[in-house]
């Protein structure tokens, strides 16, 4: 990559981050949110939002997609972000148009407010036979490879615990380094493991035992 084309890169990656901040939030807001609030107003403004993220996203990603080759050890190109929200796009987007549908069918709801469907005779089909099945096994491939990492973390870690002798040290400042060899090592494993507990939703009892072992032992 050339140094004129670099702050184009860091630009793009930073929209993306805010792009991909935001709709984790809308997604975790409305998964909270309760069933009372969820309203036909609430879920227009929400799937007007989300998709407007989405779009500006996915714009982003065409354009960063050319310097792949040149930065693929990047968090972003490494890590599949693209797929991932994706896959919270695709999740959030879904249940919501799901649930607008049956307040809109429901019985007492005004059809002056129903939004006017125009339908045009003799339309093709687009089909999506096997986008489903595609999405998920990218995200399974995503999970395996975001557990592989972790896996190489929490080792990381394990060695650097094993390297401190607190009876070697004679300076604060020893020993500060090490706190900080410490803190680097753990915001590494914390990073992905946001990631891993939305994907894994509790169900990898193992994974989950490692962390809380890892997350006690670095914070007693």
Known sequence: MST????EFVELITKQQNS??????????????AVSRKT????????????????????NHEILKKYESAQRDHDYFR??????????????????NQLRTKLINEPGFSGLLKPKILETPGTPQFDTTGVHQQIGD???????????NQMCNFNALKRA???????????????????NILRSKWESIDKIHWELS???????????AKFDHWSKSTTT
């Open 40 to 59: 036909i107003d609430y879920l227009n403004k929400r799937i007007e939002a989300l998709q407007s993220l989405w779009d500006e996203f996915r714009s």
């Open 20 to 33: 991909y901040e935001k709709i984790k939030t809308l997604q975790t807001n409305y998964k909270k949110d």
């Open 138 to 148: 990218e995200t399974d491939q995503y999970l395996s490879t975001l557990l592989r």
């Open 79 to 96: 890590q599949d972000i693209f797929i991932i929200t994706r896959s919270m796009f695709d999740e959030t987007m879904q249940s919501m």
């Open 198 to 208: 939305y994907l894994l939703q509790g169900n990898d009892k193992d994974y989950e």
């Open 161 to 179: 615990v094993s390297k401190i002798n607190l009876g070697d040290m004679t300076e604060k400042w020893q020993l500060q380094d090490q706190v």
């Open 4 to 7: 004129e084309d670099y702050p």
